[in-house]
């Protein structure tokens, strides 16, 4: 990393962190920003782990809300970023144990995954089947195994940025992405995700 | 270093978290050993499936909704405050009063006290419920010690004791002179008397009489 680069990156966390103070303090255009430079992220995770993508504006909406009311809690403005998964997950996680989505039949998303790229020719129809395999083989993982893919492959968060979301140790990290990656590999066939270019 | 850490270690390589000289370690360890490479390039391959998941554009109104709600939960938090302050306010105030009437209640001379009955002659007669009751149950002490500094008070022989001990209260409580005043022109055809209220109604005669021949 250059030093222009990371002189850059300082200034960004700097004035993240001004931010994050500000709104402490209760501007509320100030989290405003904060809102703006987040929640894109933060859907799309929210919408990995549910599926469902007006519960992920719901969880999205009430994790950047609650965040909001507890700013003051937040010691390290500079953990900004990870305090914020660590809301949006512990509030998936609480609601996939409290309400229970509707049972997705992953053996038959399998499945129909299969046909999708047998029967279409279309590449957007390959890519939602591409999808929709992925994701029927993310969801027989446990919740904190996709949390914890999600955060680091999908969302591209650091380990020190996912240990501090899950408050869990960094070589934790490193060995629970690994198993979580080897176990979702069962699920994976690879020549529909990468149909022989791999 | 373990077989075990060395495979967790293919995932931080791959995510590049691995400082450079330990990545060129394993690095070297990968291409001599078929069953690590095999391990990596699992990894590898998984990696880059999650990467070409596809992410959606999240709707713009999650931003709008996100900060009317906080703006909705602000106004509702401040109005609790108010609330919570207002009610604080004006219990504390209700407190206040409370304290402040005992405290004044308990400096008044007995007679002032409610539940007896001021007359016309502005003397006070005890209700005739309080008087049943000091007759009747435990409000008169089973061992009077009224008297003092007015004297005993003289009581006609047919005066049960029970009746005594409250004619003796009344007396000290009432003041012998205010009693007879009050007495006389509640009952201007008795010549003298300690009134004790015994019955609901002061005025119907339901009282019992105690001549004080003595002090009259």
Redesign the interface.
């Known amino acids: 990393m250059t030093r222009e680069r990371q002189g850059a990156e300082a200034a960004i966390d700097l004035s993240e962190e001004a931010l994050v103070h500000q709104a402490a303090a209760g501007d ?1 255009q100030a ?2 920003v904060l ?2 430079r987040y ?2 992220r ?3 995770f929210v ?2 782990m549910v599926r469902n ?1 007006e519960l992920a ?1 719901d969880i ?2 009430e994790s ?2 609650k965040a ?2 507890s700013l003051k809690k937040l010691q390290n403005p500079g953990s900004f970023k990870s305090w914020l998964f660590r809301i949006a997950n512990n509030n998936t996680l609480d609601w996939l144990r409290r309400k229970r989505l509707p049972q997705i039949d992953v053996d038959e998303q399998l499945r129909e995954s299969y046909v999708d790229k047998r029967s279409s020719p279309e590449d957007s129809v390959m ?1 939602d089947a ?2 929709a395999h ?2 029927a083989a ?1 969801d027989q993982l446990k919740p904190d195994q996709k949390a914890i ?2 955060m ?3 969302q591209g968060l ?2 020190q940025e996912i240990a501090e979301a899950l408050k869990i140790p960094f070589g934790t990290v ?2 629970r ?2 198993y979580a ?2 176990k ?2 069962d699920y ?1 066939d ?1 020549s529909i ?2 149909g022989g270019e ?1 | 270093m373990g077989r075990r850490e060395e ?6 390589m791959l ?1 590049g ?1 691995l400082d450079d000289g330990r990545a060129e370690q394993l690095y070297a360890r990968i291409k001599a050993d078929p069953e690590l490479m095999a ?1 990596f390039e ?2 590898r ?15 713009g109104y ?2 709008a ?3 009317g ?3 909705a ?2 106004g509702q938090v401040a109005a609790w405050r108010w609330r919570t302050a207002a009610a604080f306010v004006g219990g504390f105030a209700i407190c206040l009063l409370l304290v402040g009437g005992f405290l004044y209640m308990g400096q008044r001379p007995a007679a002032n006290r409610p539940g007896n009955l001021l007359l016309g002659s502005g003397e006070y007669y005890s209700q005739p419920s309080l008087g049943r009751e000091a007759l009747g149950r435990e409000a008169v002490p089973p061992e009077p010690v009224y008297g003092g500094e007015l004297g005993e008070l003289a009581l006609p022989e047919d005066v049960d004791e029970r009746t005594a001990d409250f004619l003796r209260f009344a007396y000290r409580a009432h003041g012998y002179q205010g009693m007879l005043n009050s007495a006389e022109a509640l009952r201007p055809d008795l010549p003298a008397a300690i009134l004790v209220l015994e019955g609901h109604e002061m005025t119907n005669g339901n009282i019992i009489l105690a001549r004080d021949e003595g002090e009259r």
Do not use: W
């Open positions: 509320e989290y405003g809102v703006k929640y894109n933060l859907f799309n919408r990995s993508e504006e999205t909406q950047l809300v909001y009311f890519d591409r999808n992925i994701h993310l893919l999600v680091c492959d999908l650091s380990y490193q060995s992405i690994f990656r080897r979702l590999k994976l690879t995700i990468f791999s | 495979l967790v270690e293919l995932a931080a995510d978290e391990e699992a990894q391959q998984v990696k880059l499936a999650l990467g070409r998941l596809s992410e959606v554009e999240a709707p999650i931003h909704r996100v900060m709600e906080i703006g939960r602000r």
